[in-house]
Structures are given as C-alpha cells and as structure tokens.
C-alpha cells in the first residue's frame, strides 16, 4: 500500500505502551498505516509519497486542549485586551481609547481585567467607566470570566437597577451604603448582560474561530473540548458547512439547553471526526479570582465568604440523572473543596447508571480537593480535566485566600495515584493555550522565571511522560476516542505535532525554549514554522 506521506527520524514518541518509541511512520488518508523502523516506511513509499525527514526533531501525538473556549478564545484576539494591566486606571484607559474608536451608543467590550493584580485588590466600580466613556455601554469580562464590569449605559440598557434581586447562583455586588449597584455582575448575575452586550455578528464570529484556530495549530494543537454556547456552536458548525475547520472539536453543551438536547433525541459522541458533540456542561461554583468558588470554610481574606453555589447539590443530581439516562457525559465545574464534594455525591448517587452505560463524567478544574475525595474521584473513573497554568499563576493568590488548604491544591500526583486520569487544558482565553508551558507548570510548579524554587508544593509535581500523556491520551480518554487518536498508532488519526528539541530528555527549564516546528491533521500540515 502506498503511503500518502512518511515521516522518518531519530525518536518519534507514540505514547503507545505496544510500541513507545520508532524512527518513522506511514500515513494514507488522513490515517497511520504503519510504525515502526525507517527503513521499514520504504515499503510503503512511491511516486506520489511526499516525505518529511525529522533530523533532530522529534515527533509526538498532537496535542488536545481538554478544556477551552474556542469563541471566547477568538473573540478575545481581537478585542480590547485588559489581561495583565496592574491597576484599574490602565484598564479604563485601554477601553477609552477603543472607544474613541467607536461610534457613540455602540457597545464596547473587553476582556481580561485581573483586580487581583491591582493595588487593594477592590473590585472596580461603573464610575470609573462612566468619567472615561459616558456615550458607549461598556462592559468587560474579568480573566476569569466569572465577573463582569459594566458602565451606567449598560446596566441601563440591560433594564438593572438598585431594585433588581440577585439571581439564583449570582449576585449583583452593591454599594453598602446606598445599595445601588456598583456595577460588578458576578456569576449568574451576568447573564442578564450577556443578553443585551452588542451580539457579534456571524462575520465577526467566524473571523474570531479562524483566529483561534490558526493560533492553536501554531501550539501544536490539533482538538479541542469546548465549553460553548449556543451561538459558539451555531457558529463552528458555519465554518465546518464550509470546510474550513481544521481542529477537531468536541463541544459541551451547557446545562440550560441539555433539556432541549434530550428532547430532541440528541446523545453525546453525535457529529463526526471534526465536530461532535461530547458532553453536558455545568457549573457547580465560582472561581479563586473572584472569590466566588464553593467553600467549606471561608477564604482566609474574608472571613464571611465562602463563595457561591451557582448550582445547588439536588440541582447537580438531577442533572446528572437525566443526562446519564439519556447517554449524555456531565463536565461540572468545581473549584472550591465544597464543589469538588458536592459534584462527587452527585456522580456518586448515580454511579451504577452512568457506569453502566460507559459514560465518562469530568470534573472540570478541580482546583482544591480534599485527600478524601482525591481517591473518591479515582475510584469512581472520574475524569479529572485540569490546568497545569492555573498553579503556577494562582499559587500567589492561592496562598493569600486558601492558605494551609493550598497542600491539597491541583493535586495532580494525589489524583493519579488514586487511579484518575488526568485531561489537561488551558481554559483559554483565562491562560494563554500553550502546551510547552502548561507541561512545564506541570513538571516543575515553578513560574517561568523559576520560582519558587524547587517547586510550589513540588511533591505534585509530574513527569514530562505523565504530562504529554494527559494532553494526548488521557484527553483522547475523557471523549471516548482513544480507539482513534491520542497516540501514534496504526488505524488511528494522523494528527502530529513535530517539536523542534526532545522534551523527554532536557532539563525542565528548556521546556519553555522549545518551540513547535510542525502541526499535522489528518495527515496534512497545518502548521510549519
């Protein structure tokens, strides 16, 4: 049979335990034909086979991002860009100056402002937006896309007022002392300004995808799971209708359309090898940023918070019932220890059902989890889908809030000891999606400049292997397609990524000079530097 494409070089690692390690590949249609030694790809070469020599490159499964917001991720490449500002000052200044841009009465949006970086640390007020821009409704999503940051237009325009009650699992922060709204949503609460906060057109949708997608062929990653709504869904099956999405896609739904799905007959694994649909999405809690995650005891900061339950425990069981009923997998958010608790009782209770039918439930983040329920989620065969980045740029700020608590904080040696596999993501655009890094957060715990040294609680530390396992196989796990990718294997897709120095075999802190040579999918390049 003759190869479309071989691939030949020194070290290829599969991450097949049958087969570990080979000097060449063969791939036709989109598919690996054959593994092994170089000089057996000759067999399968002709006229019409293109080859690639590696040197000393070395090869790799492509990487999956078990947990990003492709549209959030797109739309934040090309809006106003708040992240890493160290005071509320600059982040007003960068929205004025689109909004100077900008035709009076139109909506200005931005993303990224990070209060925890700013002196005090005080949420931000609609005053501050109302002095720079009194002619644009502004509203801004914070880096970690549980609190919004709204002007007087746009809480006007979103019909809110000092008389408008906090939703269930949301809270509209109010001024103490007059009880009129300072103008931070948090939670729930902001989906009352996501309703009227200037809708992208599809143009604007399917630049932003396109966006996304050529930046994470460029890491190295050729799919994704997707948390997305519906206008994110409705907008990635635009840009398949037209052949043009070259990133293999699973979405999750959220839990307010799953009623709609089942009724529909619609179950999990429906699409096909580009765009399917994997799961049912949910949020148990808050986030550590704004100290809205679901805690047993109050943060250390604030001794009368211990965060929000954005969706209450009977609510969890029930989701997790009718979605396992109807062969739906659950991905539940949970940061805090309590939310961790909370979701685990949940899968628990219906555990023979969901087990039964194959169905693999995630628990997406898993920030602070106690030892108890680290082995409970193990031995259950929950996914535990996880960001090595949020360590190594919370550990600052995990130490201020949780304190003490942080020995069991992303606890990922302690959940694969327990027998979890581990699926690790970026929850881009919360972080940057860049593999390199997040493998490096994950084996040494330390930031990029080294600190802290040896290692912030280093006894969670993982080895490279363990680390590109969980960007490889153990995503391919967590959406029921390790018979099809994953590895470099025969049979499977022929979905690569070429790296330009062997990251098995430097020391930790060259990870991060490492770059990505080369993205294939389907046995085509996506990506060459």
């Not at 030694?37 to 090869?59: H, K, P, W």
């Given at each position: ?13 599969t ?5 570990p ?11 690996i034909i ?9 067999a ?9 020599v590696l040197?000393?490159?070395?090869a ?10 492709l ?23 960068a929205?004025?100056?689109r909004?100077?841009?900008t ?5 200005v ?16 007020t ?11 409704p502004?509203y ?26 906090d939703p ?64 994110g ?18 979405v ?12 529909m ?9 580009y765009l ?9 809690d ?14 250390e900061t604030?001794?009368h ?19 396992s ?6 991905a539940?958010?949970a ?13 628990e ?29 193990g031995?259950?065969g ?16 995990a130490e ?12 990922w ?10 699926a ?8 940057q999606?860049d ?18 040294d ?11 292997a ?17 018979s099809?990718?994953g590895?470099?294997?025969v049979g499977?897709?022929?979905?690569i ?33």
């Amino acid at each position: 049979m003759q190869a479309d494409l071989i691939l030949t070089g020194a070290r290829i690692y599969t991450m097949d335990e049958a087969v570990p390690l080979a000097t060449g590949m063969a791939i036709r249609g989109g598919r690996i034909i054959a593994v092994g030694d170089a000089e057996d790809m000759r067999a399968f070469s002709g006229s019409g086979t293109d080859q690639i020599v590696l040197g000393d490159r070395i090869a790799l499964p492509g990487f999956t991002d078990a947990h990003l917001h492709l549209l959030g991720y797109g739309l934040s490449l090309t809006g106003v860009q708040l992240d890493g500002l160290d005071s509320a000052a600059k982040a007003v200044s960068a929205v004025a100056e689109r909004a100077r841009r900008t035709a009076p009465g139109e909506w200005v949006r931005g993303w990224g402002w990070n209060r925890n970086l700013w002196p005090g640390a005080h949420f931000p007020t609609k005053q501050e937006l109302d002095l720079a821009m009194p002619d644009h409704p502004v509203y801004l999503i914070s880096k970690d896309m549980h609190s919004g940051w709204a002007n007087s237009l746009a809480l006007e325009r979103a019909g809110l007022g000092p008389e408008t009650p906090d939703p269930a699992g949301g809270q509209f922060v109010r001024d103490a002392d007059s009880g009129d709204l300072t103008g931070i949503l948090q939670e729930r609460a902001m989906e009352a300004m996501a309703k009227v906060a200037g809708p992208f057109t599809e143009e604007e949708q399917l630049v932003a995808l396109r966006s996304a997608v050529g930046s994470l062929h460029r890491r190295g990653v050729v799919g994704v799971h997707a948390p997305e709504r519906t206008i994110g869904l409705a907008a990635l099956q635009a840009l398949w209708r037209r052949g043009q999405l070259s990133l293999r896609v699973g979405v999750m739904i959220p839990a307010e359309d799953s009623a709609h799905a089942r009724a529909m007959g619609l179950g999990g694994g429906f699409g096909d090898e580009y765009l399917r649909l994997l799961a049912v999405k949910a949020y148990a809690d808050g986030a550590l940023g704004s100290r809205t995650a679901d805690m047993f005891e109050p943060f250390e900061t604030e001794s009368h918070n211990r965060g929000i339950e954005v969706t209450d425990s009977n609510s969890l069981s029930k989701l997790v019932s009718e979605c396992s009923a109807a062969g739906w997998s659950v991905a539940i958010h949970a940061i805090g220890d309590r939310a961790n608790c909370r979701v685990l009782d949940a899968l628990e209770e219906h555990w023979r059902m969901w087990s039964s039918r194959g169905l693999r439930p995630r628990v997406e983040h898993v920030q602070l989890i106690s030892p108890d329920d680290a082995a409970r989620l193990g031995t259950m065969g929950v996914i535990a889908s996880m960001q090595p980045v949020h360590c190594t740029s919370d550990m600052l700020m995990a130490e201020k809030h949780w304190g003490p608590r942080c020995a069991s904080a992303y606890a990922w040696r302690s959940l694969l000891e327990n027998g979890a596999t581990l699926a690790f993501g970026s929850d881009a655009p919360v972080e940057q999606p860049d593999i390199l890094r997040g493998i490096y957060a994950a084996v040494t715990r330390t930031r990029e400049d080294g600190t802290p040294d040896g290692g912030w609680h280093a006894e969670q530390c993982l080895t490279v292997a363990e680390a590109v396992h969980a960007y490889t196989m153990g995503a391919a796990y967590a959406s029921g397609e390790e018979s099809i990718k994953g590895s470099i294997s025969v049979g499977k897709q022929a979905d690569i990524v070429v790296l330009s120095q062997d990251i098995f075999d430097v020391p930790a802190q060259d990870l991060l000079g490492t770059e990505v040579e080369m993205t294939l999918v389907a046995g085509k390049v996506v990506f060459a530097a």
